[in-house]
């Protein structure tokens, strides 16, 4: 049984402001970059619409409760990037604050300190934050769910209940996905309903007034995508059918995603990543073993949302992008702290060393900061996707005759948003028609290691007939726009 918390001082009050401000810096600098290929498509297809007509039709693309938000901002700020993208850095500040929260409910207010502190300093946190999409705001709502779910198991009132309802119907109305984490959630309630795990007396307030929460999320979910419910299932049956004729199969494969997960976390590392994951993995055991006693549920939900959302995801033959996963961060960051100081002390213990435990939970939390400091730096290396400077890169050297093909997989953003004369180009077959024509020719190509496997001729015309004239760099995953050039 977890012991009551001691109350919090202003010491920790201050701590946790510095923390916050050192949170909104981070997410602050470089947010005026150049949006990239998803926060266009989101901008142009429903942030700019009226608002009336942001609810007519579903997308995977569209974050709803997010994006009414970053229409509201970009009303008040302007059109600009970093006014699109300012709910993402509220919300992200907001997920720091939350992770102090939690693992304060898991451990203690220490532990709260550096957990918070590492998710603040987060690589994936600051980059979503910096995100015109509604990641950040669907963990803080998972977050927040999360420590709702974990108090109500131990004191089921009305209003913890009531509370974790609404905040389930803001994570789905965020994105569908946030149905993934409070299904697990409820998994793991049953769990415990069943087997007596992780819970005291079962009484008839436990059983009821959790199902008068789950009743409300519903009741709010439906009403909020009652308008577009035809879409959504519309929508979902094209996205299965799109992945299973999808060039890049590996999108769909478990084992992918848990590698990129890992080299977007750390860059490419080589051998040293498998050291790394070595030992994260048995720093995560330990804090499975650290956070059983005050919370033997912590676990059990996070590792209850892995595997709906591979079991869904795989199901339904979807893509297994990593940002799925991107609300455990937090609390896996959390056993990682958890199970550094656990480790410690087990090796003092062993040692018959008392003191040590110490001296080595201080060292391994120096090593996790300044290495957390070293890879945060890359958020602020380039843009995300520098699809404005290869526009204005191309539209500044092409000769008058000059015909620019876009080559990318989803639409012709570089007309829509740009102005652009430019002729979009998704397939083998347009690629090959495109070509035959004589003259010269610029073509802009995203997403590179996408379009080289769905339009192989490329890579063969790069060897003999195109030249690189300039490569924009980008922090997403295949982020890079190239440019090449027949004269």
Same mark, same amino acid.
């Given at each position: 049984?977890?012991?009551?918390?001691?109350?919090?001082?202003?010491?920790?009050?201050?701590?946790?402001?510095?923390?916050?401000?050192?949170?909104?810096?981070?997410?602050?600098?470089?947010?005026?970059?150049?949006?990239?290929?998803?926060?266009?498509?989101?901008?142009?297809?429903?942030?700019?619409?009226?608002?009336?007509?942001?609810?007519?039709?579903?997308?995977?693309?569209?974050?709803?409760?997010?994006?009414?938000?970053?229409?509201?901002?970009?009303?008040?700020?302007?059109?600009?990037?970093?006014?699109?993208?300012?709910?993402?850095?509220?919300?992200?500040?907001?997920?720091?604050?939350?992770?102090?929260?939690?693992?304060?409910?898991?451990?203690?207010?220490?532990?709260?300190?550096?957990?918070?502190?590492?998710?603040?300093?987060?690589?994936?946190?600051?980059?979503?934050?910096?995100?015109?999409?509604?990641?950040?705001?669907?963990?803080?709502?998972?977050?927040?769910?999360?420590?709702?779910?974990?108090?109500?198991?131990?004191?089921?009132?009305?209003?913890?209940?009531?509370?974790?309802?609404?905040?389930?119907?803001?994570?789905?109305?965020?994105?569908?996905?946030?149905?993934?984490?409070?299904?697990?959630?409820?998994?793991?309630?049953?769990?415990?309903?069943?087997?007596?795990?992780?819970?005291?007396?079962? #009484?008839?307030?436990?059983? /009821? &007034?959790?199902? @008068? *929460?789950? %009743?409300?999320? =519903?009741? +709010? !979910?439906?009403?909020?995508?009652?308008?577009?419910?035809?879409?959504?299932?519309?929508?979902?049956?094209?996205?299965?059918?799109?992945?299973?004729?999808?060039?890049?199969?590996?999108?769909?494969?478990?084992?992918? #995603?848990?590698?990129?997960? /890992? &080299?977007?976390? @750390? *860059?490419? %590392?080589?051998? =040293?990543? +498998? !050291?790394?994951?070595?030992?994260?993995?048995?720093?995560?055991?330990?804090?499975?073993?650290?956070?059983?006693?005050?919370?033997?549920?912590?676990?059990?939900?996070?590792?209850?949302?892995?595997?709906?959302?591979?079991?869904?995801?795989?199901? /339904?033959?979807?893509? @297994?992008?990593?940002?799925?996963?991107?609300?455990? !961060?937090?609390?896996?960051?959390?056993?990682?702290?958890?199970?550094?100081?656990?480790?410690?002390?087990?090796?003092?213990?062993?040692?018959?060393?008392?003191?040590?435990?110490?001296?080595?939970?201080?060292?391994?939390?120096?090593?996790?900061?300044?290495?957390?400091?070293?890879?945060?730096?890359?958020?602020?290396?380039?843009?995300?996707?520098?699809?404005?400077?290869?526009?204005?890169?191309?539209?500044?050297?092409?000769?008058?005759?000059?015909?620019?093909?876009?080559?990318?997989?989803?639409?012709?953003?570089?007309?829509?948003?740009?102005?652009?004369?430019?002729?979009?180009?998704?397939?083998?077959?347009?690629?090959?028609?495109?070509?035959?024509?004589?003259?010269?020719?610029?073509?802009?190509?995203?997403?590179?290691?996408?379009?080289?496997?769905?339009?192989?001729?490329?890579?063969?015309?790069?060897?003999?007939?195109?030249?690189?004239?300039?490569?924009?760099?980008?922090?997403?995953?295949?982020?890079?726009?190239?440019?090449?050039?027949?004269?």
């Amino acid at each position: 049984m977890k012991l009551p918390s001691p109350a919090i001082g202003r010491n920790d009050l201050a701590i946790l402001l510095f923390i916050l401000l050192l949170a909104a810096v981070l997410r602050a600098v470089g947010l005026n970059t150049p949006l990239w290929y998803d926060e266009i498509w989101t901008v142009d297809t429903h942030v700019r619409l009226p608002w009336g007509e942001m609810m007519r039709e579903y997308s995977m693309n569209h974050h709803y409760f997010f994006s009414m938000k970053a229409k509201l901002f970009s009303q008040i700020l302007g059109e600009e990037a970093w006014a699109y993208r300012f709910p993402a850095v509220l919300f992200g500040v907001g997920t720091v604050a939350t992770i102090w929260w939690l693992a304060k409910e898991v451990a203690d207010t220490r532990i709260a300190h550096i957990s918070a502190l590492l998710v603040a300093l987060s690589y994936h946190q600051v980059w979503f934050s910096q995100n015109a999409r509604g990641y950040t705001e669907l963990a803080f709502w998972s977050m927040l769910g999360l420590i709702l779910f974990l108090r109500g198991v131990r004191h089921p009132t009305m209003g913890i209940w009531l509370a974790f309802g609404l905040t389930a119907a803001a994570a789905v109305f965020t994105h569908l996905t946030g149905a993934f984490f409070f299904v697990a959630l409820g998994l793991v309630w049953l769990i415990s309903l069943a087997t007596g795990f992780g819970r005291d007396t079962l #009484t008839r307030e436990w059983v /009821l &007034r959790p199902l @008068i *929460g789950v %009743a409300i999320a =519903l009741v +709010l !979910i439906l009403l909020a995508y009652l308008p577009i419910l035809p879409s959504i299932l519309e929508t979902m049956g094209e996205v299965s059918a799109t992945s299973a004729v999808d060039k890049m199969q590996v999108y769909q494969n478990p084992i992918w #995603t848990m590698v990129e997960g /890992l &080299r977007t976390a @750390i *860059g490419n %590392a080589g051998s =040293l990543s +498998l !050291i790394v994951a070595f030992v994260g993995l048995v720093t995560i055991a330990f804090g499975v073993m650290g956070t059983h006693s005050a919370q033997p549920l912590f676990f059990v939900a996070i590792a209850m949302h892995i595997v709906v959302t591979l079991g869904i995801l795989m199901s /339904l033959e979807m893509r @297994i992008w990593p940002r799925f996963f991107f609300v455990d !961060i937090g609390p896996v960051i959390v056993l990682v702290v958890v199970g550094c100081r656990y480790g410690a002390d087990l090796v003092a213990r062993l040692l018959r060393r008392p003191q040590l435990g110490r001296v080595l939970f201080a060292l391994g939390v120096l090593a996790m900061i300044v290495m957390s400091l070293f890879l945060v730096q890359r958020n602020y290396d380039a843009p995300k996707q520098d699809l404005a400077g290869a526009f204005d890169f191309v539209e500044g050297m092409r000769g008058p005759s000059e015909r620019v093909y876009a080559i990318n997989p989803g639409g012709p953003v570089f007309e829509s948003h740009f102005g652009a004369d430019w002729i979009t180009i998704g397939d083998a077959d347009g690629y090959s028609e495109a070509m035959a024509q004589p003259g010269p020719v610029a073509l802009v190509v995203l997403f590179p290691n996408r379009m080289f496997r769905v339009i192989p001729r490329l890579g063969a015309d790069v060897e003999e007939q195109l030249e690189l004239v300039r490569t924009f760099a980008g922090t997403l995953g295949d982020g890079q726009v190239l440019v090449y050039r027949r004269k």
